[in-house]
């Protein structure tokens, strides 16, 4: 296999003591390979960069959700209060429960909301995980299409064919591995390069379909789909128009209204990587022309000694080359 660049640096007192190495990929408008990282080509694990397609397999099987609860069920949420309330109503409009959940129990990512419930006697929750607005969504989904909601997570069930269906639809080529999500949920891999083309897909179709439901469900409500606080929610509020999604172990991908798409994978997982990789690549496809300036404070993370700044992690370099003609 190639070996990746260097696609970030962790730069300290002018010292690099770190680096990254991925692959990444941007299209134009037209759907080609405009700037690219590394191999692009081989296959990976998505991890919750899939959810928006899980999401649209969802619709067309039946699920009825719109607005915030759809962005819900697309997303990976931080546990926060809203969000438990949002699955709470998933589950009820199916009538389900918390217990149909099998999803693993986790505390909040967001650190203020797992303060709280640490400090109120709480703990981990099948509510609380990530992923559990997907969750709902998925046994919302097997209510309205007849199907069994015991083993709805077996790669086999019905909703799981349906969803790895959408996923080589949209990334326009055959799944290349099937594993487990951290959540439980059958995971399919594809390439950087299909993910990226399946973003493209969700922002290009037209106005009510499944597809394009999700992906203005998204935009529309982005603290829904991560968070108060979290970097997709930043970016899609610096870029009226973007359409951002992580997963973990370092995916980000992304697609903009005209059809400019992207996606970035950390070779070793390392989540810091991810959001100054996805704001350079947003940049190198010029789809911030229109406010330069308002990605500034995501492009870079500050790192400190002591209380002062004393160095960054960045991007590497000339870190995007042009594609061969």
Known sequence: ????????????????????????????TGGEPAVRAGAPEEPIFPRSANKPM??????????DLDGELLALAAGSHSGEDFHVEGVEKILAGAGLGTADLRCPEQWPLDPETQQEVARTGGGPSRMRMNCSGKHAAMLATCVAAGWPTEGYLDHGHPLQLAVRAVVEELAEEPVGAVGVDGCGAPLFAVSVAGVARAFRALVLAGPGTPERRVADAMRAHPQWTSGTR???????????????K????G?????????????????????????????????????????PSALDDLATVPLHGGEAQVGAIRPAPEVFTQPPT
């Open 1 to 28: 296999m190639q070996i990746n660049p260097v696609l970030v640096e962790i730069e300290r007192s002018g010292f690099v003591e770190s680096r990254h190495r991925g692959a990444a990929i941007g299209l134009d």
């Open 54 to 63: 899980q999401a649209v397999a969802m619709l067309r099987s039946g699920l």
């Open 230 to 244: 979290r970097e997709e929610r930043l970016l899609m509020d610096a870029v009226p128009g973007l359409l951002v």
């Open 246 to 249: 992580c997963g973990a172990e």
């Open 251 to 291: 995916v980000d991908a992304f697609a903009f209204t005209d059809g400019r798409a992207g996606a970035v994978k950390i070779d070793d997982g390392a989540m810091r990587a991810r959001t100054p990789v996805t704001v350079a690549l947003v940049r190198a496809l010029g789809i911030d022309q229109d406010a």
